[in-house]
């Protein structure tokens, strides 16, 4: 059960395969030797070396909401949807897969709330978030949707697997309280975003917990969430680093070495760094407030804040006032005018 419990919480779960655990599996295969290779592992680590190094972040802005998506602007990973929909039955079992996620909501849900209040004026005792509108991007089935609407905001979660939508939509509805401020959809960011009546500049903030490691495209992500907040809106994120040391807990150790869990269940290259997403964020008109280190404890099962951010963060950032792709507009109208 700790080995099941700390592979979860670490790692996550829920990563499809890296091309690195595959090099490792395939130089075992090659090796014919059915365990585990150190030549494999060094080799992959070196690979990974390599890799890191040369990595340049290119960040170009894609305003999803100015054209028509073609399939490499879609956040969505169909391999990420397929292992969702295998696991939308699970949501609230909080002693199963989705239990680090369960236990997060002590550190994420006041981080929101805290973060919020900074932010706004609000002053409804017992319901502190009342009068916001939220958007929860990657919902699930509704573990963190919930205790934001309890905070009395109006929420929306989203999420690309339908299934994963009903199973929130029927744990919501037991509470007539939570049903007035609480609904759900099931389909992505952009989608939404180019939706006149619950898309652009219509949100106070826009959760994405545990979601970023799954999508195919971070760019459009970010140009969406842009476009659904308005102006002086929150984004908050929390996500896994890329680091060596969750390249060597979540690939090599957890399942290589101790094979907590399956063999490819994580993909590395879909980690981000802080600098790095608040590189992207900043491209896209987003100034970022705060960036805290998260850690789970596997005896325990408890989250708590850490000064390091080298496995799990969190992140809070602010869109600016003046949408930049409007600014660059005006700005290149003036040139062509003077
Ligand atoms: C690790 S779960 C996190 C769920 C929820 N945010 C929570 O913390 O309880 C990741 C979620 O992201 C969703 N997801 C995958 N691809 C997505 C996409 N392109 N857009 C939005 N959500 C996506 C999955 O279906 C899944 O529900």
Aim: glycine share 8%; charged share 20%; net charge negative.
């Amino acid at each position: 059960m700790y080995a099941n419990k700390f592979g979860r919480l670490m790692f996550g779960l829920y990563s499809r395969n890296t091309a690195a655990v595959c090099g490792v599996v395939q130089a075992q295969r090659a090796g014919g030797r059915s365990g585990f290779s150190w030549t494999a592992v060094s080799r992959q680590w070196t690979l990974w070396l390599r890799r890191s190094t040369s990595l340049e972040s290119q960040h170009h802005t894609v305003p999803c909401h100015m054209s028509a998506r073609s399939a490499s602007h879609s956040t969505v990973d169909p391999d990420e949807v397929r292992r969702f929909q295998l696991l939308a039955s699970k949501w609230w079992d909080e002693r199963g897969e989705f239990a680090a996620l369960h236990a997060m909501n002590d550190l994420r849900v006041p981080f929101i709330r805290d973060n919020l209040l900074n932010e706004h004026r609000l002053g409804h005792p017992g319901k502190p978030l009342a009068g916001l509108r939220i958007l929860d991007v990657g919902c699930g089935g509704g573990l963190l949707t919930e205790p934001l609407g309890r905070l009395g905001a109006d929420v929306l979660g989203i999420d690309p697997v339908g299934d994963s939508i009903g199973t929130a939509q029927v744990h919501t509805a037991f509470d007539p309280d939570l049903r007035q401020r609480v609904s759900y959809r099931a389909c992505t960011l952009e989608d939404l975003s180019e939706d006149e009546e619950h898309g652009g500049g219509r949100y106070d903030a826009v959760v994405a917990s545990e979601v970023v490691e799954h999508l195919a495209d971070l760019e459009t992500f970010a140009s969406c969430c842009g476009h659904v907040l308005k102006p002086g809106g929150s984004l908050f994120i929390t996500t896994l680093n890329k680091t060596n040391l969750s390249y060597a807990l979540a690939i090599v150790a957890a399942e290589q070495l101790l094979r907590i869990v399956p063999s490819g269940t994580h993909d590395w290259e879909k980690f981000i760094s802080p600098v790095d997403l608040e590189r992207l964020l900043e491209s896209n008109g987003f100034s970022v407030q705060s960036v805290q280190g998260m850690l789970y404890n596997p005896v325990s099962g408890a989250w708590s804040w850490t000064n390091s951010t080298a496995i799990n963060y969190a992140l809070h950032a602010v869109k600016a006032r003046e949408d930049p792709h409007t600014e660059q507009a005006q700005e290149s109208t003036a040139d062509t005018h003077s």
